[in-house]
């Protein structure tokens, strides 16, 4: 049974996670204010440059005169430092709020600790760890991305029952093989507004012709990243006119790349013979990405999972049999695995906690 501390933290997490679609680059955080066993106001972290969860929580306070009486819960370590926003341990140190509950620490510099020592240094009771597992694993994106220095990298397909992606392009002339009913492919849209980019191989550009936007989900678009090591793409792909941005990787030695200098087109040279993967991903830190959804085939997709460089897998499997077919990669047996469905489709979910392993040396 839950503490009435983890309950109001549990509260936090929900909100908090509403942060998905906005709060990117900045942590997803939430806040519960509390007083004498009632919620008087809650807030989140609604869009990185706004402002954060514990103001927000205030905000919504009807009678400010209670929060001299009240615990705020909060699901990370409020900021003490000037960024985008004034620091939200100055604000509940000047509303004389009674008692602070911190979920987890934040790790890095700019913070780790001072908030709470600032509070507790203006006499204020602070209290942390409550739910601290779920809280970190909530940030684990933002985590992975400041500890490990790269994105939070996600691999999804979709496969028939034994095991297939796709018939080989022989057996159908042009077009993948679906297997996503109208409701999968939503929630394949809804994976797409919640990372920040999005790649596919050049043999996934050719074939779908695809848009990688979330067109059924509302949300940020992702940016659109395509490996391209020859140059070998046609110029009137989606992904070269509709207007979005669109990176491109490709090999320096290329020539004639049909698509460079399209208006809404980037294209990267790099040497993809000399570890390529790790090329780009640092390109992507560097561009502040910090989550990553990888949609190629089963080429690319094993690529990723080959060189370890994956921290979750989302494989939806439906009932067809294909019998013969492109091989679909392994679903890695490691990690935390959870299955549910979507219609009559399977979803197996695996995620790593990679980021647990640096955490020390910040907490």
Not at 91 to 111: H, M, N, Q, W, Y
Not at 243 to 260: C, M
Request: glycine share 8%; hydrophobic share 40%.
């Amino acid at each position: 049974m839950m503490t009435e501390d983890e309950k109001y933290m549990n509260r936090c997490l929900r909100l908090a996670s509403n942060g998905i679609y906005g709060a990117a680059p900045n942590p997803m955080v939430g806040a519960v204010i509390v007083h004498n066993g009632r919620i008087i106001g809650e807030g989140y972290h609604v869009r990185c440059g706004e402002a954060h969860a514990e103001v927000n929580a205030i905000r919504s306070v009807k009678d400010p005169a209670q929060l001299k009486d009240s615990t705020i819960y909060v699901s990370l370590e409020p900021c003490s430092h000037y960024g985008k926003t004034p620091p939200c341990a100055d604000l509940i140190i000047e509303k004389k709020i009674a008692r602070v509950v911190v979920g987890c620490v934040d790790p890095f510099s700019e913070v780790s600790g001072r908030g709470i020592e600032k509070i507790r240094a203006a006499g204020i009771d602070v209290k942390v760890g409550v739910l601290e597992n779920e809280c970190l694993d909530l940030n684990r994106r933002f985590l992975t991305f400041h500890l490990l220095k790269r994105p939070y990298i996600t691999l999804k397909w979709a496969q028939s029952i034994d095991g297939f992606m796709d018939l080989k392009r022989e057996q159908h002339g042009s077009g993948a093989y679906t297997f996503s009913t109208p409701q999968s492919m939503a929630w394949m849209h809804q994976a797409r507004a919640t990372h920040q980019a999005i790649l596919v191989g050049a043999n996934t550009a050719v074939l779908d012709n695809p848009s990688l936007t979330n067109r059924l989900w509302a949300g940020n678009q992702p940016l659109r990243i395509v490996l391209d090591g020859t140059g070998r793409l046609p110029k009137d792909l989606r992904l070269f006119t509709d207007g979005l941005p669109t990176r491109v990787y490709v090999d320096k030695t290329a020539i004639d790349v049909a698509y460079e200098g399209a208006s809404n087109v980037k294209v990267i040279r790099i040497d993809c013979v000399a570890d390529n993967m790790q090329k780009i991903l640092n390109d992507l830190y560097e561009l502040n990405i910090q989550s990553l959804l990888v949609e190629g085939g089963a080429n690319v997709l094993g690529a990723f999972i080959g060189n370890n460089l994956w921290d979750e897998v989302r494989v939806e499997s439906s009932n067809s049999f294909l019998k013969e077919g492109v091989q679909a990669p392994q679903i890695p047996n490691e990690g935390i695995t959870s299955e549910s469905k979507i219609d009559e489709n399977n979803i197996i979910s695996v995620r790593l906690n990679r980021y647990k392993e640096h955490l020390s040396r910040y907490l």
